[in-house]
């Protein structure tokens, strides 16, 4: 795959909540120079403290395909005293799927949770690194961030379908309504569109102000993911969106977020191996709460470089 990389300042170091002195650095993000991801082995490279060389969105400051959208730099996580994820390096390509997989506990649905800042509700927990995002620059986790901000930018999908107590309409408009559209013709464009690239449109168009939990429950999570489209998310995060739905409706799912990858960056959390393999672009491998192996989907399937990769995909250890 194609990517321009240019040398980038690094942004001001890491975060550290409670120390900012001993904030990591950014780590050196060499660009693969038109081969695979910068993240392979990345639990184990070296900072540099300088200046990073990164794939960003390009340099008017626009997104643009083939670049970096989202950089996690040296993350480290505590839940209290308990360090969950230790220094993630971990590239996020524009309007591309990457695939998180490890085994249960490893702390994959603890680093989709730090690009929302959903850790924030509970106290004690304490982050230190960086998760850059561009074209603004701004690192979702620092203490200077609003996570407001970021929830505003950010959109997830949880495993079991989560709608509101509302009608369908009315929860694919809810994030609109939080931002204060009013507009009738805005709302129905908008809600129609959103369930349009969810792929419900066709289903729920002529029972709109039905209330949502009279959907199945691959519908409610199609409504869930077209409520989370709807205010234009620059980052979509889901984890395990499909793990508690039929074969039927898991297909489904997977066709849209092949279809929506193309438009929208994408983290997804699987623990299926053919669903990684099939939906995403790019594949990280977390083993302990840190990143072992970070490549393209084809090499990390056919080829990993390291042992733990093969073991865990290979159904050997997991
Ligand atoms: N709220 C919490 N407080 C304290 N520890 C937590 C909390 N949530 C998760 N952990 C711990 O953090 C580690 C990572 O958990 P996490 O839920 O991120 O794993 P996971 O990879 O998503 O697992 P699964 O595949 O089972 O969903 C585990 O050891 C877990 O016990
Ligand atoms: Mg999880």
Redesign the pocket.
């Known amino acids: 795959m194609n990517r321009t990389a240019y040398t980038a300042h690094a942004p001001s170091s890491g975060t550290d909540h409670t120390n900012p002195a001993t904030a990591n650095t950014a780590p050196d993000e060499t660009p693969p120079g038109g081969e695979g991801p910068t993240g392979r082995g990345s639990a184990n490279r070296e900072h540099s403290p300088a200046t990073v060389k990164v794939d960003v969105p390009g340099a008017n400051g626009e997104d643009s395909p083939s670049t970096v959208k989202v950089d996690v730099r040296g993350l480290n996580f505590w839940?209290?005293d308990?360090q969950?994820?230790t220094d993630i390096n971990l590239p996020i390509y524009y309007q591309h799927v990457t695939a998180?997989i490890?085994?249960?506990?490893?702390?994959?649905?603890?680093?989709?949770?730090c690009f929302n800042r959903m850790?924030d509700v509970?106290g004690g927990?304490h982050y230190q690194g960086a998760i850059q995002m561009q074209p603004e620059d701004i690192n979702l986790i620092g203490p200077e961030t609003d996570p407001m901000l970021v929830r505003l930018k950010i959109g997830m999908v949880f495993?079991q379908a989560n709608p509101f107590p509302k009608s369908i309409f009315e929860n694919v408009a809810a994030g609109l309504r939080i931002r204060g559209i009013k507009d009738r013709t805005v709302l129905q464009e908008t809600v129609e569109r959103s369930l349009q690239r969810a792929a419900l449109w066709d289903e729920v168009k002529d029972r709109l102000d039905m209330p949502a939990f009279e959907l199945s429950g691959g519908q409610q999570q199609r409504l869930c993911i077209a409520r989370t489209l709807a205010p234009e998310p620059e980052l979509l995060l889901l984890?395990?969106p499909t793990s508690s739905l039929d074969p039927i409706a898991t297909a489904k799912i997977e066709d849209l977020i092949t279809r929506l990858g193309k438009e929208v960056t994408i983290l997804i959390?699987t623990?299926n191996m053919q669903q990684a393999a099939r939906i995403s672009d790019y594949t990280a491998f977390?083993h302990l709460?840190e990143l072992i192996e970070h490549d393209d989907t084809e090499t990390m399937f056919t080829n990993p470089h390291q042992e733990r990769t093969e073991s865990y995909i290979t159904g050997r250890f997991g």
Do not use: I, P, W
């Open positions: 839940y209290g308990f969950a994820l998180l490890g085994a249960s506990g490893c702390g994959k649905s603890t680093l989709l949770r850790h509970q927990n495993q984890d395990e959390v623990h977390m709460g």
